[in-house]
Protein backbone atom coordinates (compact mmCIF):
# COMPACT_ATOMS: atom_id res chain seq x y z
CA UNK A 1 0.00 0.00 0.00
CA UNK A 2 0.61 3.40 -0.46
CA UNK A 3 0.02 6.57 1.14
CA UNK A 4 -0.24 9.95 -0.68
CA UNK A 5 -0.58 13.50 0.75
CA UNK A 6 -0.81 16.22 -1.33
CA UNK A 7 0.18 20.20 0.13
CA UNK A 8 0.60 23.49 -1.92
CA UNK A 9 -3.02 24.16 -2.78
CA UNK A 10 -4.44 27.83 -2.62
CA UNK A 11 -5.90 31.05 -4.28
CA UNK A 12 -3.31 32.52 -6.68
CA UNK A 13 -4.41 35.15 -9.43
CA UNK A 14 -3.89 34.85 -13.01
CA UNK A 15 -0.53 34.93 -14.32
CA UNK A 16 0.53 33.37 -10.64
CA UNK A 17 2.44 31.07 -9.48
CA UNK A 18 2.32 27.69 -6.96
CA UNK A 19 3.67 24.36 -6.03
CA UNK A 20 2.63 21.92 -5.24
CA UNK A 21 3.96 18.55 -3.15
CA UNK A 22 3.15 15.30 -2.76
CA UNK A 23 4.74 13.18 0.30
CA UNK A 24 4.37 9.28 -0.31
CA UNK A 25 5.05 6.86 2.43
CA UNK A 26 4.28 2.95 2.62
CA UNK A 27 5.51 0.51 0.08
CA UNK A 28 7.60 3.21 -1.97
CA UNK A 29 9.75 0.50 -3.48
CA UNK A 30 7.32 -0.66 -5.85
CA UNK A 31 5.86 3.11 -7.08
CA UNK A 32 6.49 3.07 -10.83
CA UNK A 33 4.79 6.13 -12.08
CA UNK A 34 3.77 9.06 -10.13
CA UNK A 35 1.97 12.25 -11.45
CA UNK A 36 -0.90 15.07 -10.95
CA UNK A 37 -4.61 14.92 -12.19
CA UNK A 38 -7.08 17.43 -11.56
CA UNK A 39 -10.83 17.98 -11.85
CA UNK A 40 -12.84 20.88 -12.27
CA UNK A 41 -16.85 21.22 -11.14
CA UNK A 42 -18.63 19.56 -13.52
CA UNK A 43 -16.02 18.01 -15.59
CA UNK A 44 -13.83 14.55 -15.29
CA UNK A 45 -10.66 14.01 -13.45
CA UNK A 46 -7.88 15.02 -16.26
CA UNK A 47 -4.20 14.00 -16.51
CA UNK A 48 -1.92 17.13 -15.63
CA UNK A 49 1.59 15.61 -15.67
CA UNK A 50 3.12 12.37 -15.24
CA UNK A 51 7.16 11.12 -14.20
CA UNK A 52 8.09 7.73 -13.79
CA UNK A 53 11.04 6.25 -12.18
CA UNK A 54 13.53 6.60 -14.95
CA UNK A 55 12.15 10.45 -15.02
CA UNK A 56 10.82 10.55 -18.02
CA UNK A 57 7.69 13.38 -18.20
CA UNK A 58 4.17 13.28 -19.45
CA UNK A 59 2.40 16.73 -19.88
CA UNK A 60 -1.09 17.89 -20.94
CA UNK A 61 -1.03 20.07 -23.34
CA UNK A 62 -3.13 22.35 -22.03
CA UNK A 63 -0.20 22.86 -19.69
CA UNK A 64 3.27 22.12 -21.34
CA UNK A 65 5.59 25.35 -21.40
CA UNK A 66 3.64 26.47 -17.60
CA UNK A 67 3.59 23.23 -15.63
CA UNK A 68 6.65 21.10 -14.60
CA UNK A 69 6.81 17.85 -12.83
CA UNK A 70 9.93 16.59 -11.01
CA UNK A 71 10.46 14.00 -8.19
CA UNK A 72 12.56 13.87 -5.32
CA UNK A 73 13.41 10.15 -4.65
CA UNK A 74 15.70 10.71 -1.19
CA UNK A 75 12.38 12.78 -0.05
CA UNK A 76 9.88 10.49 -1.72
CA UNK A 77 8.24 13.35 -3.27
CA UNK A 78 6.68 14.56 -6.60
CA UNK A 79 6.33 18.02 -7.47
CA UNK A 80 4.24 20.57 -9.86
CA UNK A 81 5.50 23.80 -10.32
CA UNK A 82 2.66 25.74 -11.85
CA UNK A 83 3.37 29.22 -13.43
CA UNK A 84 1.59 31.72 -15.48
CA UNK A 85 -1.46 30.08 -13.50
CA UNK A 86 -5.18 30.97 -15.72
CA UNK A 87 -8.73 30.78 -14.30
CA UNK A 88 -9.01 27.28 -16.29
CA UNK A 89 -6.15 25.90 -14.38
CA UNK A 90 -8.77 26.14 -11.01
CA UNK A 91 -9.42 22.38 -9.65
CA UNK A 92 -8.77 19.71 -7.58
CA UNK A 93 -6.02 18.50 -7.72
CA UNK A 94 -4.77 14.65 -6.93
CA UNK A 95 -1.83 12.84 -6.78
CA UNK A 96 -1.56 9.89 -8.56
CA UNK A 97 1.08 6.75 -8.05
CA UNK A 98 1.44 3.61 -9.96
CA UNK A 99 2.88 0.40 -8.44
CA UNK A 100 4.69 -2.06 -10.51
CA UNK A 101 2.06 -4.60 -10.10
CA UNK A 102 -0.49 -1.70 -11.83
CA UNK A 103 -2.24 -0.52 -9.01
CA UNK A 104 -3.37 2.82 -8.51
CA UNK A 105 -3.22 4.78 -5.84
CA UNK A 106 -4.70 8.65 -4.82
CA UNK A 107 -4.50 11.22 -2.37
CA UNK A 108 -6.95 13.04 -1.18
CA UNK A 109 -6.96 16.33 -3.22
CA UNK A 110 -5.54 20.20 -3.03
CA UNK A 111 -7.94 22.67 -4.63
CA UNK A 112 -6.08 25.66 -6.68
CA UNK A 113 -8.25 28.64 -7.27
CA UNK A 114 -7.13 31.03 -9.97
CA UNK A 115 -8.96 34.08 -9.45
CA UNK A 116 -9.03 37.47 -9.39
Known amino acids: QVQLVESGGGLVQPGGSLRLSCAASGSIFSIYTMGWYRQAPGKQRELVATINSGGSTNYADSVKGRFTISRDNAKNTVYLQMNSLKPEDTAVYYC??????????WGQGTQVTVST
Open 96 to 105: NAILATGSKH
